[in-house]
């Protein structure tokens, strides 16, 4: 992953070069969401550790607390704009897995505590079940066959599919939404700017962004996820929607997978004006992924002409 891009001119920032406090819709929105993967585990170094450790016991390596220190400082280097902002806090949830936690610690340790306004262990952002103990002279063929089926509706045997996770990470938007309305995650919602730290696990973030922007399954099928301890970071644009381009250039959403459609999008989110944003959804290309072609006319010139013979 590149380095953050710095694109002021698409944040809300005010004259003063602050960032003002983000209301949208009688909301007092975070004004990032930052998805985190877990560092390097024992298992991405050595698959075999599936054989005989429960999945949600997996540590990390030495290299993954390393990865997780670092990804720690870009958080702060990004939550703190290079340690020029002195009004923010951080809130974060977590994966009960043993690396996620892992993960999480390590990046409180660069984290100043007074700056964390809370955390929560969040059962529903967990790794995909793959099944219990998981034999790789199995598991090799059965990724093969999911390749073939597709990732989204593939159900691993005695574990979850791609919409399975999608189910429990849409309960947890919704609850991400409610502890927004009601205040949950702030120390003082009228002066401190908040971002919400998400971390979790590859297939899981790849969902959670699809579930977020609405993306359909066959957009699924083409996002690549993200490395251990790789950032991507949503912040709210001027449209008063988050996007990914606020912090990451087109050639990086292009290598993780993002067609054009989907950038386009991604970039409209973080520089169209307020109610000036058309979403995805109602993007005449997207539609035409669902019909064979789109007509403005609703017929009524016809009407018109019925009614003069």
């Keep these: 992953m590149g380095e953050f891009i710095n694109n002021n001119h698409k944040n809300n920032i005010n004259g003063n070069g602050h960032v003002a406090v983000l209301h949208h819709s009688n909301r007092h929105l975070p004004r990032r969401i930052i998805l ?20 949600h016991k997996i540590p990390l390596t030495s290299a993954g607390i390393d990865q997780a220190r670092k990804a720690g400082s870009k958080v702060l280097d990004l939550v703190s704009e290079h340690g020029d902002s002195h009004n923010w806090n951080v809130y974060f949830y977590v994966s009960p897995y043993e690396r996620a ?107 959670f962004l699809m579930r977020w922007f609405h993306w359909s399954t066959e957009q699924f099928e083409s996002l690549k996820g993200p490395k251990n301890c790789e950032i991507r970071v949503l912040e709210l644009g001027s449209s008063g929607e988050y996007s990914l381009a606020v912090q990451h250039d087109d050639e990086t959403m292009k290598e993780w997978g993002l067609s054009d459609e989907m950038i386009e999008d991604q970039n409209q989110r973080a520089i169209a004006k307020p109610r000036e944003y058309v979403s995805n959804e109602k993007n005449p290309r997207y539609l035409n992924s669902f019909f064979d072609s789109i007509d403005t006319d609703d017929g009524s010139h016809q009407q018109d002409a019925d009614q003069n013979n």
């Design 101 to 207: 936690r892992s993960t999480l610690r390590e990046i409180g340790r660069v984290v100043p505590r007074n700056r964390v306004s809370g955390v929560r262990e969040e059962c529903r952002i967990r790794e995909q079940d793959f099944g219990n103990f998981q034999d790789q002279s199995k598991m090799q063929g059965i990724k093969l066959t999911r390749n073939k089926y597709g990732r989204f509706f593939y159900r691993f045997p005695e574990g979850e599919s791609g919409a399975d996770v999608y189910d429990r990470v849409s309960s947890f938007v919704e609850t991400l939404w409610r502890d927004i309305d009601m205040k949950r995650l702030y120390n003082d919602p009228s002066s401190v700017e908040l971002n919400v730290v998400i971390v979790s696990h590859e297939e899981t973030i790849l969902i």
């Design 36 to 55: 985190v993967r877990h560092g390097e585990s024992a298992a991405n170094s050595d698959e075999n550790v599936y054989d005989t450790t429960p999945d």
